[in-house]
């Protein structure tokens, strides 16, 4: 059974790697043609560590794991809200921009419960709620786009020296277009067989443990997938960059739900079990209220509140592995 956690991390890996090399084959092409560097951070950039997640989900979708699917979206919604965002204060306390933060943590309640409309379809989100999302998505990137350029018309400059120190693509027009391209096809290869790895050590290892598959997509793979996030809010940290931070991290919530559950569910509809509509989508919901109040107190997020976080984390896991099993045992 070693072999399922060897694969485990592999695919993690691969899956880090292949988000890499696409954003910058992406970067390089979406320049080459003219695009915006603000355009490409918002889109290009931001896909990029939500990528694993998106690649996962389709995957388990067409391979028919519902489960390891909506227990990536959620797990990774709660690992970064609560693990990702403790971890991040814990190291610097983060300066928040009230304003700003105030309607993106507003977007992030209202994606918290759409996970709950499956209860609403006969525990399944369907191809026509899966339409809906993803629509929802587009006019997210778009209002996106027209608030940060009305914000800040300094941002485009700002995004490319960023995109030059990030992902180290000085003069990235002169990249050829043949490259650019092979870059983007490498790095979707490497996500998808990255996915596949992942998918099938995951079940694996839930089979060979006899806990559900739910729940290693709720922790160990949701962890897994949710690693780009965390290092990006720590590195911005660490450089004193605490819009980068929090904006990575209610960004990636945002779009685990309204762009995976989308499109995932377009290409196949989502069975969503019981644990997630009654325990874990309830617990989401009520961590992405307490964020509001966090975030506004006194504009910042120290480090007892970081330190709350992160062990309201701790306690979910080992919940996950204890009690709720025994409260849903069949996880249906």
Known sequence: MMWAFWALLASLLIMTLGAEVLVRGASALARKFGVSSFFIGLTIVGFGTSAPELATG???????FSDINIGNVVGSNIFNLACTLGITALIAPIIVNARVVRSEVILVIATAF???LAGLTGRDITRLEGAVLTACFVAFLIRGYRNGRKEDPKLAEGLAHELEEELAVPGVKTVPAWLAIGLVVAGLALLVAGSHLLVQSSVAIARRFGVSELVIALTIVSAGTSAPELVTSLVAAVRKQPDISIGNILGSNIF??????????LVKPQHVSDQVIWFDTPLLIVLSIACLPIMMSHHRISRSEGAVLFAFYII??????????????ANT
Do not use: E, Q, R
């Open 316 to 329: 979910y896991t080992l919940a996950l592995y204890t009690v709720i099993p025994a409260w849903f045992p």
């Open 256 to 265: 685990n739900v309204l762009a995976i559950l989308g499109i995932t569910s």
């Open 58 to 64: 389709i995957t388990a979708a067409l391979k028919g």
């Open 114 to 116: 759409l996970p709950l």
